[in-house]
């Protein structure tokens, strides 16, 4: 498979499991509860990418790399257990009948409400200073 293609594919898998968690945590949190909800996700995101990262590296000085990415792989059972005993969010929708209802109509939607190209142009803008500081640290570096 070619890299672009695979670092495609992650990124879309990546942005549709933040986005599918982000909606189970808003169903399953009242509205009181989400800044919590949120940090705790937050904070848990960092976590893991210390433990994947420093704590790899720190591992990689006593043990050798494949040990460290199978311990890193074993870690993912966390997840995958939790995922699996989570609770269901009750009262949730029908699921769609049909890609059109799936993918189009949402878009149409959307598309169809004020502000919505105001909105989303500030989503794709938000973060450009972020990514071009990031492309540019490794040169400096």
Known sequence: MDCGLSCCACVLF????DIV??????????DEELGLGSSLAVNGYRMGMLFSGAFALFLADR????YVY???AASLLIGIITTCLAPG???????PKSLREAVI????DYFKRMGAFEILAFIL?????DIMAGSMTTPLF
């Open 63 to 66: 043990i050798p790399w494949n």
């Open 21 to 30: 968690v982000d909606a189970y945590r808003r169903e399953l949190l009242r």
């Open 14 to 17: 990546s942005a549709s499991q």
């Open 89 to 95: 969010a009750e009262g949730l929708a029908s699921p």
């Open 105 to 108: 109509e949402p878009f149409t």
């Open 70 to 72: 199978l311990l890193l």
């Open 125 to 129: 803008l938000y973060k450009i200073g």
